[in-house]
């Protein structure tokens, strides 16, 4: 039964962890972004996230964005500098062009840092994309 069921796969959808500059707290902080670079619009994305290592696990958050255009990006949340030591997975799931797609987003242990920063398409500001 399952090996009927056709999941396609997930391509130029990215989860993105970017350092911004908050104007009202007058800080950096990390803030994770799902990014939709395809030309197609992603309806109805269910993102669920959650931190965790060997012996700790985070709460899980769950969020859903009704519409996302295509060539453009979304803030999920925002990631606390504590949670950075744990790897952070985001679970995504979402329709376009009338199919349901499906995958798994991972940020491993401090691999969220400064001197991981790169440009990222779309997002004007640096960042670091997960696996």
Known sequence: MKKDIDIPKVEKVYVAAVKVYNEAFKVDEWN??????????????????KGFDKNKETSTIRHKLEHLPAKSFAKIEFI??????????????????GKMYEKKYVFRQNSVNEKALREISIIPNKGILAE
């Open 32 to 49: 994770a972004y799902l990014i939709n670079d395809r030309d197609e619009a992603i309806e109805m994305a269910l993102i669920v996230s």
């Open 80 to 97: 606390q500098e504590e949670v950075l030591a744990l790897n952070n997975q985001f679970q995504v799931t979402f329709f376009s062009e």
